[in-house]
């Protein structure tokens, strides 16, 4: 037996790493062969619900239409029109949901108990490389300004110095959103610091795969949840809220809550052996479930 996918891209590589990781988790769940066709961002929904789009006239007709992100949305909804299947919006849609037939969304969005809601905890993340972890490896990835998060250099220092003084080979890296000379406010002897710029690809997933200890600035949350899919220790290094009703931080202490994550350093080396999150693959597998298309 054949599923087959159909996955809406949207040009942004956040949201394609979620669609990705569920396509992933179909694959290692689905009793027979899962075969995945992307549909490109520039495929309008009026060109394809006009029949305008040939590409996808030569693709055998789709089980499940995957996708994340708004531009997604549309053409996922013409598809579905003219050749069939099962809508999956990973993420609120900021349409009716009832116009999809499911969706994929974090339970700290909130999102209202309808039947075809399926909750995730945190974004959907692909597995890591499969690679031995190494005793005293460090890893600190750091984000920055957002809509819903300040920054505080000194702050950030404060918290990192007493990681530093620890017997591990720490490395620090940025993201695209760290402030201009927040590596360089870092520096310790025993760390070295990776400019986000001169990583190639896959570079963050191997450290995280191979760190006894990673810690992450609480307003990357992508990366906190995809820090989830190792075995490591993970600590959370706070920023400042710009406001109360802060969704990101609602989902931080919630792992916190739970005792998976801290901002403690006693309570991170504390930790218990852990197992990946695997989010992508509870989800994928709830999907099928729900479709009757899981073995038992």
Not at 21 to 47: C, T
Not at 73 to 99: C, D, E, K, T, Y
Request: glycine share 8%; hydrophobic share 40%.
């Amino acid at each position: 037996m054949q599923l087959r996918v159909w996955r809406f891209l949207d040009g942004n590589r956040a949201h394609e790493k979620q669609s990705a990781a569920l396509v992933r988790g179909l694959d290692k769940s689905f009793a027979g062969q899962v075969k995945s066709f992307d549909v490109p961002a520039e495929l309008s929904a009026s060109r394809i619900f006009l029949g305008r789009a040939q590409e996808l006239n030569q693709l055998p007709k789709p089980d499940f239409l995957i996708g994340t992100g708004r531009k997604s949305r549309l053409p996922m909804l013409a598809a579905r029109h003219r050749f069939g299947g099962r809508i999956v919006s990973i993420n609120r849609p900021q349409l009716p949901f009832r116009w999809f037939d499911f969706a994929i969304v974090p339970e700290h969005d909130r999102p209202p108990p309808l039947e075809n809601i399926i909750l995730s905890q945190g974004a959907l993340t692909e597995p890591l490389p499969d690679i031995v972890p190494q005793v005293g490896r460090g890893l600190i990835l750091l984000g920055g300004p957002s809509k819903h998060y300040s920054w505080d250099i000194q702050s950030i220092r404060t918290q990192i110095t007493p990681l530093l003084s620890q017997p591990l080979e720490w490395q620090i890296s940025n993201s695209r959103r760290t402030p201009g000379g927040t590596l360089e406010e870092l520096s310790g002897d025993n760390a070295s610091l990776i400019d986000w710029h001169s990583c190639p690809p896959g570079w963050v997933q191997e450290q995280m795969a191979t760190a006894e200890q990673i810690w992450v600035s609480e307003d990357s949350v992508s990366m906190l949840f995809e820090s989830l899919q190792s075995r490591a220790r993970v600590g959370v290094i706070r920023v400042p809220s710009l406001g109360k009703s802060n969704k990101v931080r609602a989902a931080v202490q919630r792992l916190i809550d739970q005792g998976i994550v801290s901002e403690h350093l006693e309570e991170v080396l504390a930790q218990p052996q852990r197992q990946p999150l695997d989010q992508y693959l509870l989800c994928a597998r709830a999907l099928l479930r729900r479709c009757g298309l899981l073995a038992n």
